[in-house]
């Protein structure tokens, strides 16, 4: 008789458990559904940002580049001043982003950026997606472009 009570406690922590995700899903759903429906124009342009605009940005402290790619492809090449977060290790790892600056995430093109960003706004972040994607920025950044922005970024690091 003992065991069969311990089991109907065991199966009550179940159901407020239940419950309780049923409620944070619930929730979830609710401020996704209200994204969606407040999603403009507005909206549609303020999620992008392209390199130049970017690069000034981190130039100047106000942004920080989340390359959400695996580590296998972040370790064959990369954005020196870039972060690596993959896409699947970044909900546990939040508490590495900074909620004072620009959220810019990053990828070669810009698929799972775009879904990091959603990810990252639903979370309360100001974040939006690199529109050119890491190849686009990996062309920009060549010869003289290379070198003007990279000093630029030096002294910005130094001077904090």
């Known amino acids: 008789?003992?065991?069969?009570?311990?089991?109907?406690?065991?199966?009550?922590?179940?159901?407020?458990?239940?419950?309780?995700?049923v409620l944070v899903v619930s929730i979830n759903a609710q401020s996704f559904e209200s994204y969606l429906k407040s999603f403009d124009y507005k909206a549609r342009t303020d999620m992008k940002i392209k390199t130049p605009e970017?690069?000034?940005?981190?130039?100047?402290?106000?942004?920080?580049?989340i390359d959400i790619r695996f580590p296998d492809e972040y370790e064959a090449w990369n954005m020196g001043f870039s972060k690596n977060i993959p896409l699947n290790?970044?909900?546990?790892?939040?508490?590495?982003?900074?909620?004072?600056?620009?959220?810019?995430?990053?990828?070669?093109?810009?698929?799972?950026?775009?879904?990091?960003?959603?990810?990252?706004?639903?979370?309360?972040?100001?974040a939006r997606y690199l529109n050119d994607g890491l190849l686009k920025?990996?062309?920009?950044?060549?010869?003289?472009?290379?070198?003007?922005?990279?000093e630029e970024y030096k002294t910005m690091k130094d001077n904090k």
């Open 1 to 21: 008789m003992y065991e069969w009570n311990q089991n109907i406690l065991k199966g009550e922590e179940l159901r407020k458990l239940l419950l309780l995700l």
């Open 54 to 65: 970017m690069l000034v940005m981190i130039e100047e402290g106000e942004a920080v580049l």
């Open 89 to 126: 290790e970044l909900p546990s790892r939040l508490d590495e982003l900074p909620k004072d600056k620009l959220i810019i995430t990053a990828c070669p093109h810009n698929d799972r950026a775009n879904i990091a960003r959603m990810f990252l706004t639903l979370k309360g972040y100001n």
């Open 137 to 150: 920025t990996a062309d920009f950044l060549r010869g003289d472009n290379a070198k003007e922005f990279m």
